[in-house]
């Protein structure tokens, strides 16, 4: 327990009487503390029994007088009224919301309290000697309650509400439920006491409870509400604390009810009897015809189908229902004729799709109507009778042959004359022609199977009496065969046989090709216009025929080429043949069969000599645009006389001797010199070194020309056969040679000199008096 007691005053203030009476203060009185000595160290022995000690204060909240709110006394016993003891407060507002009288001990409210705010105060009590300021008693603690008053009216947090509940719901089905809240204590009183009612929407919904209840539910009060008449509803609730008494606060919300729809009403057709009028020329799958049946339900509720129960035997037409409108689209199925039938009575059903069962009692969900379709008469084309027609004629038909026949006829007036024609686009070069009268068709042309076998053509047909409207049909003109096509070699054919052949060796296995098709396939038979010494045929029974050597050693050089002409006949009537040449090469071989040289004929020799002409085209291009450019460059660099690229060789054949020196003036002949000088500064051994060493001058020469980019394009060779009197060049030539060894008169030098002096030898081995001797430029 404390070693301190007060004096507590609890001042109660009735709000009704508060102007005339004021706040009256309660003393208690406690019993004689122990006394505390300096610094609380020393207590009496003898203690006394205490009153009850008050530690809690009560105040009205929302106090608005001018002067501060007296709410109570503290007093010590310790306290002899000398005016020695001093009191202090602290804690929660402290000295800024409660003041204390230090000498009295008086507590007083300086400022409005909210109990909403903050319902209590916790402070600390102080009695302290007043001249040594020493705690006369120890702290005691106590706390400052804010008594409510009803200053809070109720309040609709979740405000305002929107509900949906089905139509015609049984009389107390829930809708929503309300929740108001008062910010007033609801442990005392009846501030926080509320009571909830309607305001408006009556006779339809009511509020339950009426009693006191923390939440309202709405509920509905008639039980034939309908959705179609009224489909929302709005609710004003009011929540009143105090229990409902007078002068207790109030506060409303507003709910918004909506009826939600549930099929209780059947489709109906507005109209008994719907009439439409439908062109006879309508396409398949269009939409003749629309009708909409009412239904007051929405969504699912309001789906319907419809269907045709008669008046359609033949299924002309259909009927569906529009996904989006709800409405029953009668489709066109097959094609309207008014010549066959100019009208139609169909019976339509409609019915919603679902149906509630707890309305089946009321009646059918489902109605009927008449849909009458008047066929409307057109202008309809001519049409043919097939629209398809195939025909056949021969390739060899003459000009003017009768093909076949089409006819078409009016639907409006079979009696009407119609007239026919071709369509241009189709047959372009007028093969075939028609009479307009008849539809008889016929050849305007020779026909070819072979080019075309095939024609597509249009023929149209009109009325003669108005030609707006044609109809067309389509003929197909099959071009027959006949045998007017000799068979000829399947493909060009470069065949070659070796020298050291063998006899009954295959060359070559010939098949042929023949535009035209007999109905029994091709059958073609292969033979010779004349016996071959050299080569025969046999024909293989299957459209194929082999060619075979028949003597040994074919020698190239004596018939290089060998002409073959075989006859080619088909089994055709009349049978047709034709003579086809197969050229032969001979070619040199090895003794594997490998070909060495071969002499290929004019055909061949064609095909090389156009790739030939090409490529010369190509590279005679390619040399024109180097030269151009050596040129340029060449313009651009300075030009260095040099003995090697001042010479301008060019081929001359001397057919006799010349005059020596005298021949040479036209020509620069320091390269022979030079030669003379470098290479032949000793003697040849032979003839056959001076030959050698010719040839290689001559090689080297045409090499560094060749290899030359900056040379000009005129390069040429000299070739001197012998130089004359007084060369200063080694002769060339063997006659009159000083170290031959041999007389001027004697040749049988020349046989040592190999094949290529063969005929050579041969032609002076009888003559002895030759002078000179002229080297071909085979032989060097």
């Known amino acids: 327990m404390s070693h301190c007691l007060f004096f507590i005053a609890l001042c109660w203030c009735v709000l009704s009487k508060w102007e005339e009476s004021g706040c009256r203060a309660l003393t208690l009185n406690s019993v004689i503390l122990h006394r505390i000595s300096g610094g609380g160290a020393g207590v009496h022995q003898r203690r006394r029994r205490r009153s009850w000690v008050w530690n809690q204060f009560f105040v009205l909240e929302e106090y608005t007088g001018d002067e501060p709110l007296y709410i109570g006394k503290l007093h010590s016993d310790m306290d002899k009224g000398d005016g020695k003891v ?163 606060l109030s506060g409303t919300t507003s709910v918004t009810v909506t009826l939600t729809d549930i099929n209780d ?139 076949g026949s089409v006819s078409a006829s009016d639907p409006d007036d079979s009696n009407s004359p119609v007239r026919y024609a071709i369509d241009k686009s189709s047959d372009m070069e007028h093969h075939f022609s028609i009479d307009s009268s008849s539809g008889v068709i016929r050849t305007n042309k020779y026909l070819d199977r072979e080019s075309r076998a095939l024609h597509n053509i249009t023929i149209t047909a009109t009325e003669k009496q108005g030609q707006s409207l044609a109809g067309s049909a389509v003929v197909l003109i099959s071009v027959t065969d006949v045998n007017d096509n000799a068979p000829s070699f399947a493909r060009k054919y470069q065949t070659s046989v070796c020298e050291n052949a063998l006899p009954g060796q295959v060359v070559e296995t010939l098949s042929a090709v023949d535009p035209d098709e ?73 003794l594997h069969g490998g070909q060495r040289l071969c002499h290929w004929g004019a055909p061949h020799l064609q095909g090389i000599l ?76 032979s003839r056959m070194e001076k030959h050698r060493m010719i040839q290689e001058f001559i090689r080297d020469r045409l090499q560094m020309a060749d290899q030359d980019l900056t040379a000009p394009p005129f390069d040429s060779l000299q070739t001197y056969n012998f130089e004359g009197v007084g060369s200063a060049a080694v002769s060339l030539s063997s006659l009159n040679s000083q170290d031959s060894g041999e007389s001027e008169g004697s040749y049988s030098f020349l046989k040592e000199w190999g094949p290529r002096f063969r005929k050579l030898a041969e032609l002076y081995s009888h003559h002895k008096g030759g002078r000179w001797l002229d080297l071909q430029e085979s032989d060097l």
Not at 110 to 129: M, V
Not at 162 to 167: I, K, L, N
Not at 225 to 248: H, P, S, T, W
């Open 86 to 248: 001093k009191y202090f407060l602290a804690g929660e507002g402290a000295m800024s919301i409660f003041t204390i009288n230090e000498e009295t001990g008086d507590i007083h409210a300086i400022k409005r309290l909210d109990r909403e705010q903050q319902p209590y105060y916790t402070l600390r009590a102080q009695a302290r000697d007043k001249i040594s300021n020493m705690l006369v008693e120890p702290e005691s603690q106590f706390v400052i309650k804010v008594q409510d008053i009803n200053d809070n009216a109720p309040r609709f947090l979740d405000g305002p509400y929107s509900a949906q509940v089905d139509e015609s719901s049984p009389v107390g089905t829930s809708v929503v439920t309300v929740v108001a809240t008062d910010a007033d204590d609801p442990t005392y009183g009846n501030s926080a006491r509320l009571v909830y009612s309607i305001l408006q929407g009556e006779p339809y919904f009511s509020v339950e409870p009426k009693t006191v209840q923390l939440k309202g539910v709405i509920l509905t009060a008639l039980p034939d509400l309908d959705r179609e008449a009224r489909d929302q509803y709005l609710l004003v609730i009011l929540a009143k604390d105090m229990v409902g008494q007078m002068g207790g």
């Open 518 to 590: 007999p109905e029994r396939g091709h059958r073609f038979l292969f033979s010779l216009t004349a016996a071959n010494h050299s080569f025969t045929l046999t024909d293989n029974h299957d459209n194929t025929a082999s060619v075979l050597t028949r003597q040994t050693g074919l020698l190239r050089r004596d018939q290089p080429m060998h002409f073959l002409p075989v006859v080619i006949s088909d089994g055709g009537r009349p049978s047709l043949s034709s003579t086809n040449t197969l050229t032969i090469t001979v070619c040199s071989c090895d």
């Open 265 to 403: 009403n059947p489709p109906r057709f507005p109209l008994k009897l719907y009439q439409f009028t439908v062109p006879e020329s309508a396409l398949i799958l269009s939409v003749v015809a629309k009708i909409k049946a009412v239904d007051l339900d929405l969504g699912q509720n309001a789906e319907m189908d419809y269907k045709i129960l008669d008046g359609d035997e033949v299924g002309t037409f259909g009927i569906i229902t529009d996904p989006e409108t709800q409405e029953g689209l009668i489709i066109l199925h097959t094609p309207l004729d008014f010549e066959s039938r100019s009208s139609f009575s169909l019976h339509v059903e409609v019915s919603n799709r679902i149906v509630d069962p707890r309305f089946l009692l009321v009646g059918p969900f489902s109605d009927l109507t008449t849909v009458q379709l008047q066929v409307e008469d057109v202008n309809e084309p001519p049409v043919f009778t097939p629209p398809v027609s195939w025909m056949m004629v021969s390739e060899g038909a003459p000009v003017g042959t009768v093909v």
């Open 610 to 685: 156009s790739a030939a002409t090409v490529l010369t085209c190509v590279v005679t291009l390619l040399g024109v645009v180097i030269v151009t450019t050596v040129i340029r460059c060449r313009k651009q660099q300075t030009r260095i006389l040099d003995h090697e690229q001042d010479i301008q060789e060019n081929i001359v054949y001397y057919d006799d001797e010349g005059g020596g020196e005298e021949d040479t003036e036209a020509f620069d002949m320091s390269a022979l010199r030079h030669l003379n000088q470098t290479k032949l500064t000793r003697p040849p051994n």
